[in-house]
Structure formats: structure tokens, C-alpha cells
């Protein structure tokens, strides 16, 4: 059993960052495929950004493109998502998952991964 734990929500004004991080209980973490997801209440959890088993292929939604930035430190098995430019539209619970067995064009799909964390608040302020 993969245990995440996320940490670096908060409250924020727009236009300014947080960086999230998730630690798992997974050894080694390569090459388990990591990922954020996002949930704002009323909507459905959508994909944040993805680290394809540890390929150094990074996956980002459009909506965060160039504003985001997923990293993976082997080390201290964990991920990270470091947000710049924050946006009340980025309000949301956000996720870690990780997946041992899902394919590439799976990545975005919520349904394909096995472990959750129990989500981190991010608000951001207008």
C-alpha cells in the first residue's frame, strides 16, 4: 500500500506563488508514475500535471502551462508542484496520486490511478 501525504496549501492573493509537496511512502519511487489532480467544489477532480514513471517527460494541463512546474526528488521520494502566478480559477482541493501500472494515454484520467493523498486547500484570492 502507497501512502502520500501532501503539504504547502494555504490561502493567497492572485499573482502570487505556493509550492506543494507530496511524500510517499514508496520505495523506490521510480518508476511509479506521479501526478497532481485538482478538485473545486461543484466540478470534477481534473489533471494538474504528470511525471510519466519517472521519464523526465512532464505532463501539464493547458490551464497551468507556463505557470506550474512539477519536479521529483528520488531522494527524499517525493514530488513537487511549484505554482507561480496564481489565479482564483486555481482554488481548489489538490491531490497527490501515484500509479504503478497505468499507461501513457492514461495519464490524465483520474480513474487510472491507485493512490490518493487526502488533498492539501489551495485558496487564492482576488
Known amino acids: 500500500q502507497v501512502q502520500l501525504v501532501e503539504s504547502g496549501g494555504g490561502l493567497v492573493p492572485a499573482g502570487t506563488a505556493l509550492r506543494l509537496s507530496c511524500k510517499t511512502s514508496?520505495?523506490?519511487?521510480?518508476?511509479?508514475?506521479m501526478a497532481w489532480f485538482r478538485q473545486a467544489p461543484g466540478k470534477d477532480r481534473e489533471f494538474v500535471a504528470g511525471?510519466?514513471?519517472?521519464?523526465?517527460?512532464?505532463y501539464y494541463a493547458d490551464s497551468v502551462k507556463g505557470r506550474f512546474t512539477m519536479s521529483r526528488d528520488s531522494a527524499e521520494n517525493a514530488i513537487a508542484l511549484q505554482m507561480n502566478n496564481l489565479k482564483p480559477e486555481d482554488t481548489a482541493v489538490y491531490y497527490c496520486?501515484?500509479?504503478?501500472?497505468?499507461?501513457?494515454?492514461?495519464?490524465?484520467?483520474?480513474?487510472?490511478?491507485?493512490?490518493w493523498g487526502r488533498g492539501t486547500q489551495v485558496t487564492v484570492s482576488s
Open positions: 511525471d510519466f514513471r519517472s521519464s523526465n517527460r512532464l
Open positions: 514508496e520505495r523506490p519511487i521510480n518508476p511509479v508514475t
Open positions: 496520486a501515484a500509479s504503478r501500472r497505468l499507461i501513457l494515454s492514461t495519464l490524465q484520467r483520474a480513474s487510472a490511478y491507485d493512490y
